[in-house]
């Protein structure tokens, strides 16, 4: 901000594109990001924008924050004309928040994708072992739900980020500071398997 005094003589925020995030979560049915082409409704906001953008001669952080602004007006549209699909697909989003997958349909040119050096068996990998971890974290979770009041300050963390990303384009990248977290349930989850497995019977079978 003080950057932007120094520039421009007046204060402007710095844009962060959350409310762009939020355009385009108002319509999309828990995915990453509506499709722009195939949505005719999404298209016209879009190029509505743009066009406003133009005329109205901004450059700059004045054009990005006018821009911000005009994403949040049609994203309150949309989500006015139909609340409950809003929040029937910002649900939808909370697991995606905890599971690494590729965020574009068009796999070959994906950021992830190409990172990985077009090997996709790598990136599925990644993909199943985090479904497990978030599998494993939701049973340690239940398992531990009685001891709540011990463990609110693990719970807190989940709930937080779960809570604060949901309405806008969920990213697993925005929960990395709630890991750890997820990480303690995904052990005690797995924890709580192991049990039901005679590994005890077994040895004892085979010294026996």
């Not at 574009?104 to 790598?122: F, P, V």
Request: charge should be positive; glycine fraction near 6%; hydrophobic fraction near 45%.
């Amino acid at each position: 901000m003080v950057r932007n005094y120094r520039v421009s003589g007046e204060l402007i925020p710095l844009t962060i594109e959350a409310k762009e995030e939020l355009f385009w979560a108002s319509g999309s049915i828990g995915k990453y990001f509506e499709d722009r082409t195939d949505n005719p409704k999404f298209k016209s906001q879009f190029e509505e924008i743009h066009r406003k953008l133009r005329e109205s001669g901004l450059v700059g952080l004045k054009k990005e924050l006018e821009e911000e602004n005009l994403y949040l007006k049609y994203a309150i549209e949309n989500i006015k004309d139909n609340p409950f699909l809003y929040l029937f697909s910002s649900l939808k989003r909370i697991p995606r928040m905890w599971i690494s997958v590729l965020i574009s349909d068009d796999t070959a040119r994906s950021y992830g994708y190409r990172i990985l050096g077009g090997k996709q068996s790598i990136f599925d990998f990644i993909k199943y072992f985090t479904v497990a971890c978030l599998l494993l974290a939701i049973y340690g979770i239940w398992i531990t739900r009685y001891r709540w009041k011990q463990l609110i300050f693990l719970f807190l963390p989940l709930i937080y980020f779960s809570l604060t990303h949901m309405f806008l384009l969920a990213e697993a990248r925005f929960t990395l500071p709630a890991r750890p977290y997820l990480l303690i349930f995904t052990v005690v989850g797995l924890s709580g398997l192991l049990k039901y497995v005679p590994l005890g019977r077994r040895h004892r079978n085979i010294n026996g």
